[in-house]
């Protein structure tokens, strides 16, 4: 079956702008993740959905990003006023079952100018 | 806080060598560790996962194993590729959390 699609798999923004990123996962996986990678900083895990419990937002760096999950299927990545720090690589991935793996979509390359 | 090391940082081998990967995590307590692979410019693809109560996985050329007690994993590629070239990343999923946290990666370049 299809795996996790993202989209747009790159945008480039001027900061000060709001971007949407959107993930769909894989069918029927009850848990979402959103993931940023940056250069020199590694992985970091930004937000966590599952099923219909509260999201886990612990890792989102600042309240200009925030998550949605609708419908308990595609989710959206908003960052608004983007800075230059906000240009990374988010990665979204989903799972079918607790400590599961994890199946990561190709990306969104974000370059804020 | 977790925090998840991967040594070395960059591996260059010739085809045909056998090589391992190693992975260290400070906190033991964890619910499986998986190893993932990511090609430049690609999403991460899934190796191998293991649960805290295993010891090893194995997939093809590919064996990965883990000492929780001690922190660490290491990833053993057999008769390695040119294609097994890339960067292979670590990580732990913690108990009471499902979010991964990784390490920095090792990238491997096998020459023909």
């Known amino acids: 079956g299809a795996g996790v699609s993202q989209s747009p798999s790159n945008k480039v923004t001027e900061k000060g702008k709001d971007v949407e990123l959107r993930c769909d996962p894989i069918?029927?996986?009850?848990?979402l993740y959103w993931y940023r990678q940056s250069l020199g900083q590694g992985l970091e895990f930004l937000i966590y959905?599952?099923?219909?419990?509260?999201?886990?937002k612990s890792g989102l760096p600042s309240d200009r990003f925030s998550a949605e999950r609708t419908g308990g299927s595609v989710s959206t990545l908003t960052i608004q006023r983007t800075q230059q720090e906000d240009s990374a690589v988010y990665l979204c991935?989903?799972?079918?079952?607790?400590?599961?793996?994890?199946?990561f979509g190709p990306g969104t390359r974000l370059t804020v100018l | 806080k977790q925090e998840v090391t991967q040594i070395p940082a960059a591996l260059s081998v010739p085809e045909g060598e056998n090589l391992v990967l190693n992975c260290s995590f400070t906190d033991s307590a964890i619910y499986n560790l998986q190893w993932f692979r990511q090609d430049p410019g690609k999403g991460l693809t899934s190796l191998l996962l293991?649960?805290?109560?295993?010891r090893e996985q194995t997939s093809g050329r590919l064996n990965a194993s883990l000492d929780k007690s001690s922190g660490r994993s290491t990833l053993y590629i057999a008769a390695s590729q040119p294609g097994d070239s890339a960067t292979y990343l670590c990580?732990?999923?913690?108990?009471?959390?499902?979010?991964?946290?990784f390490g920095k990666g090792t990238k491997l370049t096998v020459n023909p």
């Open positions: 990580a732990v999923t913690q108990g009471g959390s499902e979010k991964l946290v």
């Open positions: 069918s029927g996986h009850t848990a």
């Open positions: 293991i649960q805290s109560s295993q």
């Open positions: 959905f599952q099923g219909n419990s509260a999201p886990d």
């Open positions: 991935a989903s799972t079918g079952g607790l400590a599961d793996t994890q199946y």
